[in-house]
C-alpha cells in the first residue's frame, strides 16, 4: 500500500499494491476500519504520530460508527492533520479500494489551531502573510494577545513569562 499524505491539496491519497489484501465488509463499517487501520500504521512508518477514532468520541457532530485518522495532540511533530472519507454515507472507501485501486481521503490541516508557521518555524499572518507582530493587552482583561502589526489580525494569545 502506497499512502501520499499531500497537506498542500488536502488529501491523502491511498494505492493498492499487487500484496494488499482486499477488504471484506462484515457489517458496521468493518472493512472502512481495517483499511482505516492500515493507513494508519504506513503514516506511522512515515513518521507521523497519528490514531484512528471514531469521530463523535472527539466532539464532530457525525454517525457514531464513522471513523478517522487524526493527529494524536499538539506537541505532536509533522504536520497536524484529520484524514478522513468524505463520502462514507454514501459508498464505501474499501469497495473503492478494492475495485479501483486507489481511493482518496480528504485532509484537513492545522487542526489544534496553531497559527501558520513558515519553513524556517516562524509564525506568519495567515491574512497578509507577514512576519510582523505587536502585543496587545485585552482592555477586557489582562489577557495579551499576539497581532499582526501590518493588518491588525488576531494571531494567538500568549503567556507572560
Known amino acids: 500500500m502506497k499512502v501520499v499524505l499531500d497537506t498542500k491539496t488536502h488529501t491523502c491519497t491511498v494505492t493498492r499494491e499487487a500484496s494488499d489484501p ?15 487501520y492500515h493507513v494508519q500504521q504506513e503514516l506511522k512508518k512515515q ?23 487524526r493527529t494524536r495532540n499538539a506537541k505532536s511533530k509533522r504536520p497536524h492533520v484529520y ?21 482518496t481521503f480528504k485532509v484537513e490541516t492545522n487542526v489544534f489551531n496553531e497559527p ?4 524556517d ?17 485585552e482592555p477586557a482583561g489582562d489577557r495579551t494577545g499576539l497581532y499582526c502589526a501590518n493588518c491588525g489580525k488576531w ?7
Open 83 to 103: 484524514v478522513w472519507d468524505t463520502e462514507w454515507a454514501i459508498s464505501s472507501s474499501a469497495d473503492e479500494f478494492n475495485t479501483n485501486g486507489t481511493v
Open 47 to 69: 513518521g507521523h504520530d497519528i490514531i484512528k477514532k471514531r469521530m463523535w468520541k472527539d466532539g464532530h457532530l457525525m454517525d457514531d460508527l464513522q471513523q478517522y485518522l
Open 121 to 137: 518555524g516562524m509564525i506568519i499572518c495567515p491574512k497578509c502573510q507577514t512576519r510582523s507582530f505587536e502585543e496587545k493587552v
Open 116 to 119: 501558520p508557521k513558515d519553513e
Open 155 to 161: 494571531i494567538k494569545w500568549i503567556t507572560k513569562v
Open 22 to 36: 482486499k477488504y471484506r465488509d462484515g457489517g458496521w463499517g468493518n472493512a472502512e476500519s481495517r483499511l482505516l
